[in-house]
């Protein structure tokens, strides 16, 4: 079994910053692409950041020079760092990885997603 879980969501003020983590446990032989995806009410989930395991990173245009995704491989984590906030993203944030289990092939896991608001 791979869980996912997220945290660091909460309430901010416009122009504030929050940093988000995802830790990957369980049965882990490899962690390939980490990515941060949000969804807001309404709307269809989107892709924010993405990274390699070699640490490449891609940002969705809306976020870029104000987002920044890292991870530690040794800890089988990603962060996002947020930064100059604004309303519009406000959402749902999930975090995803592509797997590789010691008893299972590569398979796409998700967190529960962690809320975040931006609002004054």
């Known amino acids: 079994q791979v869980q996912l879980v997220e945290s660091g969501g909460g309430l901010v003020q416009p122009g504030g910053s929050l940093r988000l983590s995802c830790v990957a446990s369980?049965?882990?032989?490899?962690?390939?692409?980490m990515g941060w995806y949000r969804q807001a009410p309404g709307k269809q989930r989107e892709l924010v950041a993405v990274?390699?395991?070699?640490?490449?990173?891609n940002y969705v245009d809306s976020v870029k020079g104000r987002f920044t995704i890292s991870r530690d491989n040794a800890k089988n984590t990603v962060y996002l760092q947020m930064n100059s906030l604004k309303p519009e993203d406000t959402a749902v944030y999930y975090c995803?990885?592509?797997?590789?289990?010691?008893?299972?092939?590569?398979?796409?896991?998700w967190g529960q997603g962690t809320q975040v608001t931006v609002s004054s």
């Open positions: 990274i390699t395991r070699s640490g490449t990173s």
């Open positions: 995803n990885g592509e797997v590789l289990g010691w008893t299972v092939g590569w398979k796409d896991y």
């Open positions: 369980g049965s882990i032989s490899r962690i390939n692409d």
